[in-house]
């Protein structure tokens, strides 16, 4: 698949897109369904993809790979039938890709990640499933835009779904690692200076003179009224 004129964040305002002259993508994808005995059944799927910038003003990005894009991609899931319950699991591998469109060399770590599912069918017309997404609590970088403004993937969850008539899901995260910035040192910002009056660094008020009101360092006029209440109370 070949596409031209596609818009393309700038590098220098990420705001600003401009148009990158063909993109083409190609590849294979394969897969296979497995029948075993006894009521175990599953499904591998393997995708190679080469997307890649084939012409564009910018030299530098003729040859380099789409953002996001991974060459590599491979899945196995397996499910065993119990009578009216299924347990279940699989794994995806998701390759290294590029973390953004600007020919930076900022590349995205490949990763992988398993799940657990099991359903149970009540009666022909209702069932229910429990999904335990990211199994292991594995950090990876979902998608980037920049070396700077990643998306984490999900952490360890749990889905329950209960299909009927209609279908009812109740997404219940377990607690787990914490969130933490997936940019390079170099790439982070400054840390923000103190404002705390205990912090390191954090430079105190005059003791004397009126304390700042949020809106410059004029003290506020009192009314009439609070004039004569504070005299009265002199």
Not at 24 to 44: I, K, N, W
Not at 63 to 90: C, E, F, I, W, Y
Request: net charge positive.
């Amino acid at each position: 698949m070949t596409k031209r004129n596609v818009l393309n964040p700038n590098a220098i305002d990420v705001f600003v897109k401009t148009q990158i002259g063909r993109q083409r993508s190609r590849g294979v994808e394969t897969v296979a369904d497995l029948h075993l005995t006894g009521g175990l059944t599953g499904t591998a799927t393997y995708t190679y993809t080469d997307a890649t910038v084939r012409n564009d003003k910018n030299a530098a990005l003729i040859g380099t790979m789409l953002s996001n894009v991974p060459k590599h991609l491979a899945a196995l899931d397996l499910h065993q039938r119990l009578g009216t319950v299924t347990l279940g699991g699989g794994v995806t591998h998701v390759g290294a890709r590029n973390g953004d469109p600007f020919a930076s060399g900022y590349r995205l770590p490949a990763y992988t990640i398993a799940r657990l599912d099991a359903s149970w069918a009540v009666n022909p017309r209702f069932d229910v499933r429990l999904d335990l997404e990211n199994l292991f609590d594995t950090y990876y970088i979902a998608s980037s835009y920049a070396d700077v403004w990643t998306m984490p993937g999900a952490p360890r969850n749990v889905r329950v779904t209960l299909r009927g008539g209609s279908e009812l899901i109740l997404f219940l995260p377990l607690q787990g690692r914490k969130i933490r910035r997936s940019a390079p040192e170099e790439a982070r910002s400054e840390p923000l200076p103190p404002r705390h009056p205990d912090e390191p660094g954090c430079v105190p008020r005059p003791a004397s003179g009126p304390a700042p009101t949020g809106r410059g360092t004029t003290p506020r006029r009192r009314s009439p009224a609070h004039r004569r209440a504070s005299r009265s109370r002199r």
